[in-house]
């Protein structure tokens, strides 16, 4: 994301680059337009270029192929659209391959989205919508559906039409209020399968912040938290790991059925690389019951089953623990001989006693992926979806 004279006014201490004189509007260009330009010319131009001599020079004569350019972030507002259709064309003139990444704003819904949303669909409908939430679990649970090409986004009552060039990347979003514990990590994984499932409309996602020091954070949900010692992947960690696992194919598959209907507790996303024919099929089992699935392949292929999950019965489980929990915190640095009853003090070998039962930081993880082997199957199968797992279940065609 380039910054186009106006900062993120959801962040605070706004500053607009003025535009009211000639002067105003040289130093603009000279500033965030050409900046805009030679970055692309650095990342993608020829060697003999002024910028794509700077990279070679640095050692990387290939070009980067950049493909997409974000410009500004969680913006609203006149001034920033003004500044933005400036960049948008300048960049679209010189390089119209390059695919530019607009802004929904700061939330998933509302004034600011609305009014967003109008202003690109009238002016930037090529361009890729970065779209920013943070919500609780029962929002991720029940918006698994929100990129269907039914559903209304904006005040203008367009849909997330795949007949529009418009597109959307996902460019923050996460459970940011119960700190990375394992039902935060089983409700974002529920959403992703929509995401997946709408990878045609939805062409990119990311997570919340990826690192956070243990003392330090500023942000409740984090991919790894660390401190001088060690690390702690996070529950949240783990089924964006397992799920970054994909073909270069989203197929149609039917829900899981609890008796006649379909079972509201699974949630399920498959994919299949076409080249190898291998098929993976990420799920959730968001209820404390193990389920016995029935897969149909619809084919005569056999495959090599194996299956990787995370399951938890306590969701109140978090792999960092609790934020104070970090080697440096004064709580475990104090003489431990402090504790110790002053009669007891001069005992032999007690100073070696207290500093071995002291308290010391655990770098273990509760939630860590498991992998089950499910052998050779074909055509139906069955396998058995732990209690409130998020997890991959990957066919290998056996050649």
Wanted: charged letters at 25%; aromatic letters at 14%.
């Amino acid at each position: 994301m380039l910054n186009n004279g106006v900062t993120c006014q959801f962040a605070g201490h706004q500053y607009v680059a003025p535009l009211d004189t000639e002067e105003d509007r040289a130093r603009f260009n000279s500033i965030f337009v050409q900046d805009a330009l030679d970055f692309i010319e650095f990342c993608n131009g020829p060697v003999d270029s002024k910028w794509g001599a700077l990279r070679a020079e640095m050692g990387h004569p290939e070009p980067f192929n950049l493909k997409y350019l974000g410009i500004g972030n969680e913006n609203r507002g006149d001034a920033f659209w003004e500044r933005f259709d400036i960049m948008y064309n300048a960049v679209k003139e010189k390089y119209p391959e390059i695919v530019v990444v607009s802004t929904s704003g700061a939330a998933d819904a509302g004034k600011e989205f609305d009014a967003n949303m109008k202003e690109i669909d009238s002016k930037y409908a090529n361009t890729i919508v970065d779209e920013h939430y943070y919500k609780n679990n029962d929002w991720f649970y029940s918006h698994r559906d929100r990129y269907n090409s039914d559903k209304v986004r904006g005040a203008e009552e367009l849909t997330y039409d795949r007949n529009r060039p418009t597109r959307v990347f996902v460019g923050e979003f996460a459970n940011n209020m119960t700190n990375n514990d394992y039902a935060s990590a089983m409700a974002e994984a529920a959403y992703w399968t929509g995401l997946e499932r709408n990878s045609d409309m939805v062409v990119m996602a990311a997570y919340a912040p990826l690192f956070c020091k243990k003392g330090y954070n500023k942000w409740n949900s984090n991919l790894i938290w660390f401190d001088n010692r060690g690390m702690w992947r996070s529950c949240n960690y783990y089924y964006q790991k397992l799920f970054s696992e994909a073909g270069d194919r989203a197929f149609f598959m039917s829900d899981a059925m609890k008796g006649s209907a379909p079972d509201t507790t699974i949630y399920t996303s498959p994919t299949i690389d076409t080249a190898t024919g291998e098929i993976f099929i990420k799920f959730v089992n968001a209820e404390a019951v193990d389920k016995r699935i029935t897969v149909n392949t619809g084919s005569g292929t056999r495959y090599e089953a194996e299956m990787e999950f995370i399951s938890s019965h306590d969701t109140s489980l978090k792999n960092q623990k609790e934020q104070n929990y970090y080697s440096s915190h004064p709580d475990y640095n104090k003489d431990p001989m402090d504790n110790v009853p002053p009669g007891m003090k001069e005992r032999p070998g007690m100073r070696e006693m207290a500093w071995r039962f002291a308290k010391r930081v655990s770098y273990n993880e509760a939630v860590v992926p498991h992998t089950v082997d499910l052998g050779t199957v074909k055509g139906k199968f069955e396998f058995t979806m732990p209690e409130n797992s998020v997890g991959i279940l990957r066919l290998k065609p056996v050649k």
